[in-house]
């Protein structure tokens, strides 16, 4: 059974207010992110499959944008309807973009270094670590909801309280 990371959201929250915080604001920068992919002339390219046309790689984004706001809707009905296989979507996704956020983050922070771009590479990985770090807490924040739901899943099936040691 999974170990709850954080017993509090901010210190001063449930983990369940911060798992539906925390899906509220994937959403908002899915659909900010979405506006922003199709009002702005901005190149974008994948890091391994550079080939691929700029608007294949829209098409892509928006389509795993919107697979975002999907999942992040199920995690919050499952924070409130505290149905914890609701949430596992939102955890398995979470943890990936984390992951994947901090390798994109510190890949274009080098090629900013490397094509002479000091500044703009220094402020690429300050901001870009920045926001891996609260990526990184929301993911356990939302986490600790999903393991507190489980084990008072797995308490209510057996009716048997949770062993402490």
Not at 12 to 31: K, P, Y
Request: aromatic share 10%; glycine share 6%.
């Amino acid at each position: 059974m999974p170990k709850p990371l954080l017993n509090s959201c901010c210190l001063c929250q449930s983990t369940r207010n911060g798992s539906v915080i925390s899906g509220i604001l994937a959403i908002v920068l899915s659909i900010i992110t979405i506006v922003v992919i199709f009002t702005t002339r901005v190149h974008f390219k994948t890091i391994i499959f550079d080939f691929i046309p700029n608007d294949i790689v829209k098409i892509i984004l928006v389509i795993n944008l919107c697979m975002t706001i999907l999942i992040s809707l199920l995690m919050i009905i499952g924070a409130l309807k505290r149905n914890h296989y609701l949430m596992v979507p939102w955890v398995v996704l979470g943890i990936m973009i984390a992951i994947g956020l901090l390798i994109s983050v510190i890949y274009t922070g080098i090629v900013f270094f490397i094509d002479g771009y000091v500044l703009t590479g220094v402020l690429w990985l300050i901001f870009g670590l920045i926001v891996c770090a609260i990526m990184t807490y929301c993911w356990c924040v939302v986490y600790s909801e999903y393991a507190n739901l489980s084990e008072e899943n797995e308490r209510g099936r057996y009716n048997k309280q949770p062993y402490r040691r």
